[in-house]
T-cell receptor, first 116, second 114 residues
């Protein structure tokens, strides 16, 4: 079964304590992304990756880091979390870029992160 | 830069009534358009997508959407709403060359009255 798996699903942490949200896909996809969802703002892309060792900033990258050392994994790192990073985070993957005919983007189930 | 507008934040319909959720986009070229649904506490599920060709697109769960280039719209429709359709609906646009980035609208929360 095609899956994008995120962990943890729920986390409450304190300001400044480094954390990592993992994302793994089992479809051998080249493209992966991270989004955050905030009320009234929809989903906004944080970072994306087009292949191993190839990453780039999305619309809201400040305060986040990513790495892509293996094709299946794309962790999101918050080096020093702040309360304004409290959000619902989604990882997404796809075989090809958005404009490729028939391409489907798969989303994980989301990670609720609260920074106090 | 492309943008997506969903003008209705909340919509309430009676079960069995028809539904239309509005979506307008701003983009210079032909966009790739998507509708996703998010049930409470759940992830995002793709309802349907438009890349090219027939402007009326059929999706899952009885949904359809029509691409109207002249109006820059991609409205989602369902002829008869079920209580289980209550959820948040997101319209999104993608473009070539942006990795697999989607630009999302702010969402429409659908409430279904029994």
């Amino acid at each position: 079964e095609a899956q994008v798996t995120q962990n943890p699903r729920y986390l409450i942490t304190v300001t400044g304590k480094k954390l990592t949200v993992t994302c793994s896909q089992n479809m051998n996809h080249e493209y992966m992304s991270w989004y955050r969802q905030d009320p009234g703002l929809g989903l906004r892309q944080i970072y994306y990756s087009m292949n191993v060792e190839v990453t780039d900033k999305g619309d809201v990258p400040e305060g986040y880091k990513v790495s892509r050392k293996e094709k299946r994994n794309f962790p999101l790192i918050l080096e020093s979390p702040s309360p304004n990073q409290t959000s619902l985070y989604f990882c997404a993957s796809s075989e090809r870029g958005t404009g490729a005919p028939g391409n489907t983007i798969y989303f994980g189930e989301g990670s609720w992160l609260t920074v106090v | 830069a492309q943008s997506v507008t969903q003008p209705d934040i909340h919509i309430t319909v009676s079960e069995g009534a028809s539904l239309e959720l509005r979506c307008n986009y701003s983009y210079g070229a032909t966009p790739y358009l998507f509708w996703y649904v998010q049930s409470p506490g759940q992830g995002l599920q793709l309802l349907l997508k438009y890349f090219s060709g027939d402007t009326l697109v059929q999706g899952i769960k009885g949904f359809e959407a029509e691409f109207k280039r002249s109006q820059s719209s991609f409205n989602l429709r369902k002829p008869s709403v079920h209580w289980s359709d209550a959820a948040e609906y997101f319209c999104a646009v993608g473009l070539t060359g942006g990795g697999n980035k989607l630009t999302f609208g702010t969402g429409t929360q659908l409430k279904v009255e029994l």
